[in-house]
């Protein structure tokens, strides 16, 4: 009983690492040949602008931070 389950753990992590060897393999030739399909590419353009409108909304939130800070300061240092 415990040689076939070792047989079986043998075997199913031998193929296990062939898929991700073939997996790995066919991911560098499709990188090779040309990245990514049109879809794809639309997909990756469309994340971006997503990333950039969030950094830029970020940067217009620190700015208002530091003005309230700003406005918060200058009113404790009046009230002193």
């Known amino acids: ?7 079986a753990i043998v075997f ?7 898929a991700v060897i073939g997996s790995t393999i066919l991911m560098a030739i499709k990188t090779m040949k040309g990245g990514l ?8 353009t469309e ?5 950039q409108e969030i950094y830029q ?3 217009r939130m620190e700015e208002r931070v530091e003005s309230l800070e700003t406005i918060i300061l200058d009113r404790e240092r009046k009230d002193h």
């Open 1 to 7: 009983m415990h040689g076939v389950l070792i047989i």
């Open 12 to 18: 199913g992590g031998t193929v296990l690492a062939l």
């Open 37 to 44: 399909s049109r879809k794809g590419q639309k997909v990756q």
């Open 47 to 51: 994340e971006a602008r997503m990333i």
């Open 57 to 59: 909304g970020l940067s």
